[in-house]
């Protein structure tokens, strides 16, 4: 999407809906709850970008309505009453239904923010809503989610890393996150990079990478080395220490994660999050010249260098609507800014400054 490759995008997403993809048989998720969250998630993805296609949307739409509709934990919770939902919360079963409620929270979220709910969406959102609030209101229940979450082998890393980076970060509060992510480097994070000593089987580039999107600069940036490190003049990469370079046939195929490289890169440059377009690019990049990387709200191009004071950043969009707002982020060492309309020094407040529609260069220093 960042790309615009509407072409490719919609080739893969016509081979999804002929054959949807999931996960392994080590996941806390029945096969149809994966599909459910893989729709759903996909659909987010579309709407956010207003990616139009009758026959990719339509069929994704009725298929995810259905999903919610005919699940047995939606089934299940919309018979729970209090006392049985008491029950439920003293006893083992706990961490399970509350990943659950906060999965299908996100899906109904979604759902009802596309205008796609149906009734059973609807109830679906109010139960989980009602029952979150209920379990998040005891710190013991918070604390056990937080430390099975991170120890628990019935849910790939590669899984819970994704839940942190799609669903708990859109649900849950910031503390919460952080002490989730924690947890996990405590238990998986080795000599610059994760591993799973319960299920080892070497290195694994693509847990690594997706590690890198939940993860401090500290932890993401030799993550990040390696992998450039890795990548030939032909631009494969090749990692003999990495699981898909293990020999297992001839001639092996060559499998690199370019994809997931270049959209964290994009997401470090500028990101959407709601209706906010954040430009973070100047906490990493010290020069840069990116021109019509593809937002949800249209192209942007961004150009500057830090080699020199001020610092001139030119932004140029073509928006097909308009953003709440443009936060650009801002290294500690610059104090004030001024726009090519006004050239009066204002005083940067909490290393942010809020760009106008209208702006197209803006001054640090």
Known sequence: MQLNASQHIHRLLATYIKSPISSSSRSIL????QRLFHHAHILDTLFQFRFNAPDILQPLTKQLQQLVSSDSFFVFIKKLNIKKFNAYINSSHVFQLFLKLLLFSFV????NQHKLETIHTKDCKEICANYLKIICSKPSLVSQF???FASTGSIQLTDKLFFCHAVFRQLLPSDMQQSIIAKIIDQYW???QLVDSSHFQGYSTQTNLMFCYVATQDYFQPIISQYL???NSFGDYINPKSLSSLFTSFPAPLVNHHAMIIHFLFNLMVCTKRKVLHIPALLYFSHLDMSKVNTPFGTLSLKYSQK?????IECHHEFKTSPKNIVLYCPKDFTSFSFSTNKS???IENHRVIIP??????YLS
């Open 308 to 312: 020199s004071r001020p610092v001139c």
């Open 146 to 148: 937080i430390d099975t």
């Open 190 to 192: 080795r000599d610059n």
């Open 357 to 362: 529609l209208n702006e197209t260069n803006i």
């Open 229 to 231: 490190s890795k990548i």
């Open 108 to 111: 109904s979220d979604i759902m």
């Open 30 to 33: 029945s096969q149809h709850q």
């Open 345 to 347: 020094a204002i005083a």
